[in-house]
């Protein structure tokens, strides 16, 4: 399975933006990239997904690098809401159909007022 | 409101004594999953289905049954459980199977084998 690399943990004041750096070097041609991130004491919860292509949603902006080796998560305005650990994911769709997507350890971000 | 719900959230129970966490979901997903969390581990997926009857393991399928009799349900069954299974549980669901979409969670079943 491809693998992803994040920092273990990130710090960033209220109100500033925030990015968060994956490394998936091995990615395959058909892997998607998921974010995800969960609070304490819930489960994780979508933020956003791509292709090839950067993306943007209500939560969050996806920048894919060109050879997809990379991706970073843009938060653009941190809230002290958004601490939380963040899950850059690779999903594999599988033969016969189904999908699995293998988490890693993820980032802690820690907001700051 | 769509949700996975899961039960029950927190439990203690001895080795070998038998187990169901049940997993549900209200939004008519073909695709669930069963995952644990484990510190320093990340979530591991332990089985999933792709619709009724259609279930697969996962990376870490040792210990545990699932089974899919209707679409909505998705229960975790430790037959004999042990210390190792002690774990932070999650149930996930998708609207499709091979859908490259977002997966819901719930909100997780925390459990102590003793």
């Known amino acids: 399975d491809a693998k992803t690399t994040q920092p273990n943990s990130m710090e960033s004041n209220e109100e500033e933006p925030v990015h968060l750096p994956c490394n998936h070097s091995t990615i395959s041609g058909t892997d998607y990239i998921h974010w995800y991130r969960q609070l304490p004491s819930q489960g994780p919860e979508y933020v956003i997904h791509g292709l090839t292509s950067n993306v943007n949603n209500r939560m969050a902006s996806l920048a894919i690098a060109e050879d997809r080796k990379s991706s970073t998560l843009i938060l653009h305005r941190a809230t002290l809401r958004d601490a939380a650990v963040y899950y850059c994911i690779l999903q594999s769709l599988l033969t016969g159909g189904g999908n699995k997507l293998t988490f890693g350890t993820g980032t802690q971000l820690k907001v700051e007022l | 409101e769509a949700q996975v719900t899961q039960n029950p959230r927190y439990l203690i129970t001895v080795t070998g004594k038998k187990l169901t966490v049940t997993c549900s979901q209200n939004?008519?997903?073909?695709?669930m999953s069963w995952y644990r969390q484990d510190p320093g581990l990340g979530l591991r997926q332990i089985y999933y289905s792709m619709n009724v009857e259609v279930t697969d393991k996962g990376d870490v399928p040792e210990g545990y049954k699932v089974s899919r009799k209707e679409k909505r349900n998705f229960p975790l069954i430790l037959e004999s459980p042990s210390p190792n299974q002690t774990s932070l549980y999650f149930c996930?669901?998708?609207?499709?199977?091979?859908?490259?979409?977002?997966?819901?969670f719930g909100e997780g079943s925390r459990l102590t084998v003793l």
């Open positions: 996930a669901s998708s609207a499709l199977a091979g859908d490259t979409g977002e997966l819901f």
């Open positions: 939004m008519n997903h073909e695709y």
